[in-house]
């Protein structure tokens, strides 16, 4: 019934300007933008150039917490020793960060007592 009342007296209900209405979304995916997605991508890119500058006898992290030194890297998959003797080969995209970046963030690996 409201919208006779408009019709009849000639004006509509003011909705706004357009811009004014997105003005709002705009906004936020700016704030978005700038304090999730490229700090993330910044991220994504640096970790890009530290697996490609991966060397064999390189102290390395995955993301499992396994330290380790790349005893041979592939495009794909870097094998790692992790003890004297103890191998394993885990994709290259899982080791995480270098050893030295690790202990400097006070992620060092406990010491094994000896018995």
């Given at each position: 019934?409201?919208?006779?009342?408009?019709a009849?007296?000639?004006?509509?209900?003011?909705?706004?300007?357009?811009?004014?209405?997105?003005?709002?979304?705009?906004?936020?995916?700016?704030?978005?933008?700038?304090?999730?997605?490229?700090?993330?991508?910044?991220k994504?890119?640096?970790?890009?150039?530290?697996?490609?500058?991966?060397?064999?006898?390189?102290?390395?992290?995955?993301?499992g917490?396994?330290?380790?030194?790349?005893?041979?890297?592939t495009?794909?998959?870097?094998?790692?020793?992790?003890?004297?003797?103890?191998?394993?080969?885990?994709?290259?995209?899982?080791?995480?960060t270098?050893?030295?970046?690790?202990?400097?963030?006070?992620?060092?690996?406990?010491?094994?007592?000896?018995?």
């Amino acid at each position: 019934m409201t919208t006779i009342a408009y019709a009849a007296n000639g004006t509509a209900p003011a909705a706004g300007g357009g811009l004014t209405s997105f003005l709002p979304l705009i906004l936020i995916f700016v704030v978005f933008y700038f304090l999730l997605i490229r700090p993330q991508q910044k991220k994504a890119k640096e970790h890009q150039t530290f697996l490609g500058n991966l060397q064999k006898g390189d102290e390395v992290v995955t993301n499992g917490g396994i330290h380790g030194r790349i005893t041979g890297i592939t495009d794909v998959v870097v094998t790692m020793e992790i003890a004297e003797g103890v191998r394993i080969k885990v994709n290259r995209s899982s080791v995480l960060t270098s050893a030295t970046e690790a202990k400097k963030q006070g992620e060092a690996p406990a010491k094994p007592s000896g018995g």
